[in-house]
């Protein structure tokens, strides 16, 4: 069982943002579940568990320093395509694709969205 209901992060433009994580996420089978309000995108894979949102209070969003979101891929290939998506649609760089010295299975890669948040996907799987 999972120990989170569900995770968010902040947007000030909500569409590009919503462009990103489509992108992005849909190589790990998570897509876009619909919008809460005009505010908000839901992702999941049956239920929302992921929420790209405008801040309810109304001040821009920003990045929490240290907050980083991971995402897991059954593959290390899901890794790869959730890497090019999010770089194709408005990511940026902060680790590319490949092996991670913490764990000898750890294959990951790290992206930060049109906000500047730090997201990431990992596989432990052996193989590509």
Same mark, same amino acid.
Do not use: W
């Given at each position: 069982?999972?120990?989170?209901?569900?995770?968010?992060?902040? &947007?000030?433009?909500?569409?590009?943002?919503? @462009? *990103? /994580?489509? $992108?992005? !996420? %849909?190589?790990? +089978?998570?897509?876009?579940?619909?919008?809460?309000?005009?505010?908000?995108?839901?992702?999941?894979?049956?239920?929302?568990?992921?929420?790209?949102?405008?801040?309810?209070?109304?001040?821009?969003?920003?990045?929490?320093?240290?907050?980083?979101?991971?995402?897991? &891929?059954?593959?290390?290939?899901?890794?790869? @395509? *959730? /890497?090019? $998506?999010? !770089? %194709?649609?408005? +990511?940026?760089?902060?680790?590319?694709?490949?092996?991670?010295?913490?764990?000898?299975?750890?294959?990951?890669?790290?992206?930060?969205?049109?906000?500047?948040?730090?997201?990431?996907?990992?596989?432990?799987?052996?193989?590509?």
């Amino acid at each position: 069982m999972a120990i989170f209901t569900h995770c968010c992060v902040g &947007a000030n433009d909500l569409e590009a943002s919503k @462009a *990103f /994580y489509d $992108a992005a !996420l %849909a190589g790990l +089978g998570i897509k876009y579940l619909g919008a809460m309000s005009e505010n908000s995108a839901l992702y999941g894979k049956d239920a929302p568990e992921f929420l790209v949102l405008k801040p309810a209070n109304g001040e821009p969003a920003c990045v929490g320093n240290g907050f980083t979101l991971g995402f897991a &891929a059954e593959t290390r290939a899901q890794v790869r @395509a *959730f /890497y090019e $998506a999010g !770089l %194709a649609n408005g +990511g940026t760089d902060e680790g590319e694709p490949g092996p991670r010295a913490f764990h000898p299975l750890a294959y990951g890669a790290y992206l930060r969205d049109p906000v500047g948040n730090k997201i990431c996907a990992y596989c432990y799987a052996d193989g590509e």
